[in-house]
């Protein structure tokens, strides 16, 4: 079954880091550009960083910039978000999701392939 | 950054009626760019269109996209019992990728 799996999330206080992490299976990890997106609490989706198959190039939205980094670990087919000083407003359900080239010459991806979640609670 | 307006916020249909959901962008993108995603209370995401036409493996010919520039729509041409949930409209034109607020279609 191809699926992904986060976990990691927790309570954390505001400042704090965290580690989340992203397993794959059933399908070849290696191949694929990764995303994290998040939600938080009766809000919409927001894409929060991207990673190319080989960890070379890595994309954030602006407001994790400097503070989020995004990693993988293609021989343990897993993905990381570590979160460094945490935030209210990164309160959320953290999504990992496959991005599926479906015409990767015209620039057609979906994300396919999505977790449960993780939740962090930034909260003192 | 692109912004996606999707409307209406909430549409309250009866099953076996039709939805006309829109998703409108603050600039022009390629069609060819643009997702729609269904969520249901508790759950994922589910990945429905991409290319904004092309339906997602598994998703019903019920579901169709179409659009061009800066006006998408997602129509559901008969509604199911379980079709009632939240979409959202999201673009990868341009980065940062973003998402529409989302439209919850509700039972009437």
């Known amino acids: 079954e191809v699926q992904v799996v986060e976990s990691g999330g927790g309570l954390v206080q505001p400042g704090g880091s965290l580690r989340l992490s992203c397993e794959a299976s059933g399908f070849t990890f290696s191949t694929y550009w990764m995303a994290w997106v998040r939600q938080a609490p009766g809000k919409g989706l927001e894409w929060v960083a991207n990673?190319?198959?080989?960890?070379?190039?890595?994309y954030f939205v602006d407001s994790v910039k400097g503070r989020f980094t995004i990693s993988r670990d293609n021989a343990k087919n897993s993905m990381y978000l570590h979160m460094n000083s945490l935030r209210a407003d990164d309160t959320a359900v953290y999504y990992c999701?496959?991005?599926?080239?479906?015409?990767?010459?015209?620039?057609?991806?979906?994300?396919?392939?999505w977790g449960q979640g993780t939740t962090v609670t930034v909260s003192s | 950054e692109v912004v996606l307006t999707q409307s209406p916020g909430t549409l309250s249909l009866s099953p076996g009626e039709r939805a006309t959901l829109s998703c409108r962008a603050s600039q022009s993108i390629t069609s060819s760019h643009l997702a729609w995603y269904q969520q249901k209370p508790g759950q994922a995401p589910r990945l429905l269109m991409y290319g904004a036409s092309s339906r997602a493996t598994g998703i019903p010919d019920r579901f169709s996209g179409s659009g061009s520039g800066t006006d998408f729509t997602l129509t559901i041409s008969r509604l199911e019992p379980e079709d009632f949930a939240v979409y959202y409209c999201q673009q990868y034109s341009g980065s940062p990728w973003t998402f529409g607020q989302g439209t919850k279609v509700e039972i009437k």
């Open positions: 999701a496959r991005i599926t080239p479906y015409a990767p010459g015209f620039g057609v991806y979906g994300m396919d392939v």
């Open positions: 990673i190319n198959q080989d960890g070379s190039e890595k």
